[in-house]
């Protein structure tokens, strides 16, 4: 039987050295950046809803301060960019057990 649901663990990391390279002709900076991902995780679970439901988000943990609910969260608006990259309805829940402290530069948003 298949699931409608997946779960994916990802770490919180530590950046161990970043070197910043000269401005490029372009305004940007090359960089450099040695990290380590250390036993602090977030648990993201995607599970698939009846067409017509669309994305909904909840945000569960200890670290649950300032992380938004709603459109403007960043899981939300990626699944919702899947969606009309490949041209299809999303309709999902999704489900993300914060371990990871906010703004606390490991990696938190990006998990």
Not at 67 to 86: H, I, M, R
Request: aromatic fraction near 4%; proline fraction near 5%.
């Amino acid at each position: 039987m298949a699931s409608n649901s997946v779960t994916v663990r990802v770490p919180a990391k530590v950046n161990l050295q970043l070197s910043v390279g000269p401005r490029e002709a372009d305004g940007f900076h090359n960089l450099v950046s040695v990290f380590q991902a250390i036993s602090i995780f977030d648990d993201v679970t995607i599970t698939k809803k009846s067409p017509g439901h669309g994305i909904s988000i909840s945000i569960t943990g200890e670290h649950t301060h300032g992380v938004p609910e709603d459109q403007s969260n960043l899981a939300v608006k990626a699944a919702a960019l899947v969606g009309s990259k490949f041209d299809f309805d999303v309709d999902v829940h999704i489900e993300v057990k914060k371990s990871i402290p906010v703004a606390g530069g490991m990696a938190g948003g990006s998990a």
